[in-house]
């Protein structure tokens, strides 16, 4: 049986759609990366990949055969996470980064290298190539930009001889990532003290890992399936997911309650249904991904949703502002971009139409559950962006029962 299919469970007597959710992507590159560094076997146990998982697990079997080429795809994750760690160790390396990746911002990551001792090519160089050795020091970053710089910092620091500090400058968004972080790291024996600027890091650490280490599920691809649920009658449990998981993402059960939407959170499961929807007021700073798919909930509310504090959406695989905006119009919907954000007037329903995915994965997602609410059938066009992420997103749709409103080309 497919695995996709093992993900949907329906009885004659519970209605209720059960979808088992894949591990976290985010948790997944954190354990690859430690368990590589680590000195003795670790088993990091992933029971589903995506094109993101691949990339950092192609890039560590390049680095463990002494090899220079790093294929990154689109993964900002793998690139941004072991730049630091390959100046740490040392190893030259030549990332291949795809689509909009080269285009992505790496500033102040890149001006903190070439401060502390490497040699990089020129931004957007393809191949994209750093060499040379880290140091030790103090290194400052702005709070409002990528936490994975930060964690990327954290992997490569404990490596140095040397004390290391972090300097956050302003305040930390995001936070939920760097937690996570600091938790693999601990979990593999490395040491990070948070303080009242930033962190410090002890130098001369060795990585020193479990025999195994399970991934746990993933918060941010649940949320697409709660979401899903609030529009739903019979509701939708999704079970895997740690209730004190440090994944940031977890904040969609306080949001879909604020909601309106009937909301059951229990040890390993959350359980939505459909409520009385209206709109409320989000500040995205700490859960910029979720963005995509609240923008749908608020479309089937009731009334005014504000969302503040998404600037940083605008520098993803597509700038989602933007996108989200263009989508959801196009579906019929009530929306426009401010500076930071998006000002949506929902009505309860969309008319339906064709989306396009912007070879994004969240807005490919995005669209797909918004045809729940459309009258009219959804017609997606670059689906298979869920690659990244996802890739047996339509599969576990279309077996729960959820996609007769959607096709795809």
Known sequence: MPAAETNYRRTERNLMKTIDIIPSKSDAHRALICSALSENPCRVVCSAGSEDIEATENCLAALKEGREEMRCRESGSTLRFLLPVMGALGHKAAFYPEGRLPDRPLSPLYEQLEAHGCRLSPKGSIPFVIEGQLKAGDYWLPGNVSSQYISGFLFALPLLQGDSRIRIEGELESRGYVNMTRKVLTDFGIVTEETDFGYTIPGGQKYCGPEVYRVEGDWSNACFWLASGAFLEDGICVRGLSADSLQGDREIVSLLSR???????????????????????????????????????????????????????????????????????????????????????????????????????????????????????????????????????????????????????
Do not use: W
Request: glycine share 12%.
């Open 259 to 409: 909601f309106g939407a009937k909301v059951k959170a229990e040890e390993n499961q959350v359980t939505v249904q459909k409520g009385r929807l209206r709109g409320i007021e989000i500040d995205a700073r700490q859960i910029p991904d979720m963005v995509p798919i609240l923008s749908v909930v608020a479309c089937g509310a009731e009334g005014k949703t504000v969302i503040r504090g998404a600037q940083r959406l605008r520098m993803k695989e597509s700038d989602r502002l933007e996108t989200i905006c263009q989508v959801l119009r196009g579906l019929g919907a009530g929306i426009e971009e401010i500076s930071d954000g998006l000002v949506i007037e929902g009505g309860g329903f969309l008319n339906g139409g064709k989306a396009f995915s912007y070879r994004d994965h969240r807005i490919a997602m995005m669209a797909a559950v918004a045809s729940l609410i459309c009258r009219e059938k959804v017609i997606l066009e670059g689906g298979e962006a869920v690659k990244k992420s996802y890739p047996d997103f339509f599969d576990v749709m279309e077996n729960a029962g959820l996609s007769g409103n959607l096709e795809r080309i």
